[in-house]
């Protein structure tokens, strides 16, 4: 089974902070990596598939990259709407989230 | 719009059955693959089962294989997990989700699931 590990588990910052999540792979995993953001007692809404490529209506402040066993997502500017947890989720063999990063108000 | 309505959930006994539901709109159920996936109470998302189009080709996660089946009905645009000799461990909500290849790319709403005597 291919783990996934994400990092932080928790980060602190402030409107308008750049911020990194980072994701790997136990295992090669090509770019088939998504990125979901989940705010509490909702589903998870997906941001980013295929590693880089952001889903319609996305705000283009959300990124991605990576290929192989390292991702990463970044969010250029956070914005008050932001402050939630992310998973990474890789869907190359079967389906496999990371822990989730929760991003909290600094 | 794509949407997906999960049912069925509620409290259930250690060892019980449940079956939850999945109402599907908005596109063409029988062309998708789909998903349930699972997630306890502030702990993260576990994918459990996976289903094709037309119902041939079926997996689970090693925590529910043996206990859970994974079904759909493409006349009734319907998904179905039923759930058997349920476990304290499978408190959780259940999402069922779109597949669109192998992303999943849409989400229901979810519905609660709560095994305790």
């Known amino acids: 089974d291919i783990q996934m590990t994400q990092s932080p588990s928790t980060l602190s910052a402030s409107v308008g902070d750049r911020v990194t999540i980072t994701c790997r792979a136990s295992?090669?995993?090509?770019?088939?990596l998504a990125w979901y953001q989940q705010k509490p007692g909702k589903a998870p809404k997906l941001l980013i598939y295929?590693?880089?490529s952001l889903e319609s209506g996305v705000p283009p402040r959300f990124s991605g990259s990576g290929s192989g066993t390292e991702f990463t997502l970044t969010i250029s500017s956070l914005q008050p709407d932001d402050f939630t947890t992310y998973y990474c989720q890789q869907y190359y063999s079967f389906w496999t989230f990371g822990q989730g990063t929760k991003v909290e108000i600094k | 719009e794509v949407q997906l309505v999960e049912s069925g959930g509620g409290l259930i006994q250690p060892g019980g059955s449940l079956r939850l539901s999945c109402a599907a709109s908005g596109f063409t159920f029988s062309t998708y693959s789909m998903n349930w996936v699972r997630q306890a109470p502030g702990k993260g998302l576990e994918w459990i089962s996976y289903i094709s189009s037309n119902s041939i080709t079926t997996y689970y996660a090693n925590s529910v294989k043996g206990r859970f089946t994974i079904s759909r009905d493409n006349a009734k645009n319907s998904l179905y997990l039923q759930m058997n000799s349920l476990r304290d461990e499978d408190t959780a909500v259940y999402y069922c989700?779109?597949?669109?290849?192998?992303?999943?790319?849409?989400w229901g709403q979810g519905t609660l699931v709560i095994v305790s005597s």
């Open positions: 295929k590693a880089s």
């Open positions: 989700a779109r597949d669109t290849s192998s992303l999943i790319q849409h």
């Open positions: 295992q090669s995993i090509s770019q088939w």
